[in-house]
């Protein structure tokens, strides 16, 4: 403040003083602007109910003119049938009157029928007389007034009876003489009649009879086929929808292959808004498309890989960074083609690092051994402990990227995962890296002994908890797991590795229980089980993604048909990775001739998973080792059932004696030392089926499998005390 001679007081004169500005405060509010009377009429007509949706959108208005098109062209025919429907009624009903049907009935009822025939006999004389009369007094009327108006009366009079007669041949079900007792075949007359839809739910015991449905999006034509979105009634569900497909096929009268039926979900739908397609033909039945990434020169890792078409022939994408994939068929159904299709466009991609694996060591992957940093192919013992080696690598390289990401500044790694500008930059050595196995259940399936922090496990357990450690924590390193297998069982994939494993790819195997192993618990109770699909849809599989896809961020599964690969165009891809990556300068390791394995740390390795340094047993193969009596008899007479588990499951005890020519008592004690009991099972003979006693194929697998186990920790013992 100042005083009157206009100095500073309780200031501090030092202090710079801005300069002083006069106003005054104004409270007025602006008038609020006010919507302009057409945009309210606008938004009126679109959001009111009371204005029918063809009016609203004009995709639906077209549809709508379309339906009032057919209407009109079919309505004669409709007119036609409606009219000798009606003539039918009518000559039924006089048929009943004039032959005293009820009145005959109610006789027969009272068992007074004899004493009612003079009656009924008067009475049907007597309705005759008054049809006759009837007759003649129309025909009377009609020719009068046909001398005086003209013979347009012939025709006013036509047209008014064929009005009656459609009105009381209306169907309606229920009444005499408009439901047939035996229909013909069963079609869908579809241009998706609301009627027949609400019908098709009613008869899936989709809804009550007394329920219906709300028309979302009217019937429209997408692609070949009709779509169309409803409203469930309240506390129906759409899952229940989608569970029972199958059925709700049936109502339709067409092959659920046909019918795709979605849960509406974000912003536009509820858990009761259902969006159904149906195609005019199966959508699988045609030729296949050749993969898209032909006509590319290269791709991005980052983006979702070209994987095959839904049943709309819209394309669906496989994300692969930031997750892992589980493929699994039966044998001959396209499993190691969608794999190759997941792998191609990581080829394409020269700032990509691949480790493939062939455990089937046939051809199919042999054009990548020009691009693969490591590449193998076989399916011995050697084989499985070099890839062995690969995933201690893996791990520790996993490790060394997590280290380095501390290291770095917020800009650069805004979170603890690979971006794409870190996966280019060579500095950090952090590019995207594929583990690809094919037929992974051999490496999980072999029983070569390693030494895990002086526990013994087979070189399958330890292999497992590997890539379950690799599916754990790489994905967000830049490290992921495209692993095949034609063996979807429990015992072959731990449920710890399926459990984190994001994508999952199910084509054609052989019951809901490998199904669900490899898209997840309970999928079939979903509606998603592949032992449903056919056998002639090669590559035809059920996709679970781990991203968004074109279907929808929030689609759980989809029918997926993978695009086609032969070799030649495998060739072509891996030829032009390999072009791309000399020129990029990224072509290392195998591909680049470097033959030298780098130097493993076990120890590391093994203590970040909580595990010790894996070590070979012994250079003789477990198979090897010689096994006492009578039990080697038995395995070499079981050679091909023991190897096989496709093989018979049961073997008779009589069988076994006869074959090996033994004491059948001294031979069941023997089998009972080593851990086999004996049991019944029904077995086919000449004269049918009959129960008898025997041994089961897989405890005489487990039995040979520990001795052999106990003979090699004696040798190991042995070799420990020289």
């Given at each position: 403040m100042t005083n009157p001679d206009g100095e500073l007081v309780g200031v501090d004169a030092s202090l710079r003083v801005r300069a002083v500005l006069e106003g005054e405060f104004v409270n007025d509010v602006p008038p609020p602007v006010r919507t302009p009377w057409r945009r309210q009429a606008v938004n009126w007509w679109r959001c009111s109910p009371r204005v029918p949706l063809w009016a609203k959108d004009r995709v639906h208005a077209v549809q709508a003119v379309k339906d009032l098109v057919v209407a009109v062209l079919r309505s004669p025919f409709r007119f036609m049938g409606a009219v000798v429907r009606g003539l039918v009624v009518a000559v039924r009903w006089w048929r009943s009157w004039v032959t005293v049907r009820d009145y005959r009935e109610a006789a027969e009822q009272s068992e007074k029928l004899a004493d009612k025939f003079t009656d009924i006999r008067e009475l049907t004389l007597f309705r005759w007389k008054v049809t006759g009369a009837i007759v003649l007094t129309v025909a009377v009327v009609v020719a009068v007034l046909d001398l005086v108006y003209g013979h347009r009366v012939f025709w006013i009079a036509g047209v008014v009876v064929a009005v009656a007669l459609a009105i009381l041949g209306r169907r309606k079900d229920g009444s005499p003489g408009r439901k047939a007792v035996l229909a013909g075949p069963r079609t869908l007359t579809w241009t998706m009649d609301p009627q027949v839809l609400?019908?098709?739910?009613?008869?899936?015991?989709?809804?009550?009879?007394?329920?219906?449905?709300?028309?979302?999006?009217?019937?429209?034509?997408?692609?070949?086929?009709?779509?169309?979105?409803?409203?469930?009634?309240?506390?129906?569900?759409?899952?229940?929808?989608?569970?029972?497909?199958?059925?709700?096929?049936?109502?339709?009268?067409?092959?659920?292959?046909?019918?795709?039926?979605?849960r509406v979900r974000g912003n536009g739908g509820h858990a009761g808004r259902v969006a159904m397609w149906v195609a005019d033909e199966d959508p699988y039945a045609k030729p296949p498309i050749r993969t898209?990434?032909?006509?590319?020169?290269?791709?991005?890792?980052?983006?979702?890989?070209?994987?095959?078409?839904?049943?709309?022939?819209?394309?669906?994408?496989?994300?692969?960074?930031?997750?892992?994939?589980?493929?699994?068929?039966?044998?001959?159904?396209?499993?190691?083609?969608?794999?190759?299709?997941?792998?191609?466009g990581l080829i394409l991609d020269p700032h990509t690092r691949l480790y493939v694996a062939d455990f089937k060591n046939g051809k199919d992957w042999k054009a990548a051994e020009q691009v693969a940093h490591r590449f193998m192919s076989g399916d011995d013992s050697e084989h499985v402990l070099a890839f062995l080696d690969w995933l201690v690598e893996l791990v520790a390289d996993v490790q060394g990227r997590y280290r380095r990401m501390q290291d770095l500044d917020d800009l650069t790694c805004p979170e603890s995962k690979v971006t794409p500008d870190m996966s280019r930059d060579p500095s950090l050595d952090m590019p995207i890296t594929a583990l690809v196995v094919d037929e992974v259940q051999i490496p999980l399936e072999d029983r070569t002994p390693v030494e895990v922090q002086g526990k013994k496990l087979t070189a399958g357990e330890y292999i497992g908890e590997l890539l379950t450690w690799l599916a754990k924590k790489a994905p967000a390193a830049g490290v992921i797991l495209v692993l095949a297998t034609q063996r979807p069982d429990s015992k072959t994939i731990p449920s710890s590795l399926r459990a984190v494993l994001g994508s999952r790819?199910?084509?054609?195997?052989?019951?809901?229980?490998?199904?669900?192993?490899?898209?997840?618990?309970?999928?079939?109770?979903?509606?998603?089980?592949?032992?449903?699909?056919?056998?002639?849809?090669?590559?035809?599989?059920?996709?679970?993604?781990?991203?968004?896809?074109?279907?929808?961020?929030?689609?759980?599964?989809?029918?997926?048909?993978?695009?086609?690969?032969?070799?030649?165009?495998?060739?072509?891809?891996?030829?032009?990775?390999?072009?791309?990556r000399e020129a990029e300068g990224t072509l290392t390791g195998h591909a680049a001739g470097q033959t030298a394995q780098p130097v493993l740390d076990h120890a590391s390795v093994a203590k970040a998973i909580g595990k010790g340094t894996p070590v070979p047993a012994d250079t003789e193969r477990v198979d090897e080792i010689a096994l006492p009596e009578p039990l080697a008899s038995v395995a070499d007479y079981l050679a091909d059932g023991l190897a096989n588990d496709d093989g018979r499951d049961f073997v008779p005890t009589a069988e076994l004696v006869d074959a090996l020519g033994v004491e059948p008592k001294g031979f069941g004690l023997d089998m009972s030392a080593f851990g086999c009991r004996p049991t019944r099972d029904r077995v086919p003979t000449e004269d049918g089926m009959k129960q008898v006693r025997g041994y089961a194929i897989a405890d005489i697998r487990a039995a040979i499998e520990r001795v052999r186990d106990a003979a090699v920790i004696e040798a190991e013992m042995i070799d420990d005390d020289q």
């Open positions: 609400v019908d098709a739910f009613r008869d899936a015991k989709l809804i009550g009879k007394d329920e219906t449905l709300r028309l979302v999006d009217r019937a429209t034509r997408r692609g070949e086929g009709w779509a169309i979105t409803v409203d469930l009634p309240a506390t129906r569900k759409a899952a229940d929808v989608v569970k029972h497909r199958e059925a709700l096929a049936s109502a339709l009268a067409v092959d659920e292959i046909q019918l795709s039926v979605e898209p990434l032909l006509g590319v020169h290269r791709w991005d890792a980052w983006r979702p890989v070209p994987f095959g078409t839904d049943a709309r022939g819209r394309r669906i994408d496989l994300p692969l960074v930031w997750t892992s994939v589980l493929i699994g068929a039966i044998p001959r159904q396209g499993k190691t083609m969608a794999e190759r299709l997941a792998a191609a790819f199910a084509l054609r195997v052989m019951d809901w229980r490998d199904s669900n192993i490899i898209l997840g618990e309970q999928m079939n109770t979903r509606g998603y089980d592949s032992s449903r699909l056919l056998p002639s849809h090669k590559g035809v599989g059920i996709l679970r993604p781990d991203g968004e896809t074109q279907a929808g961020v929030d689609v759980l599964a989809l029918i997926v048909r993978t695009f086609y690969m032969p070799n030649e165009d495998w060739r072509e891809i891996c030829q032009r990775g390999r072009a791309l």
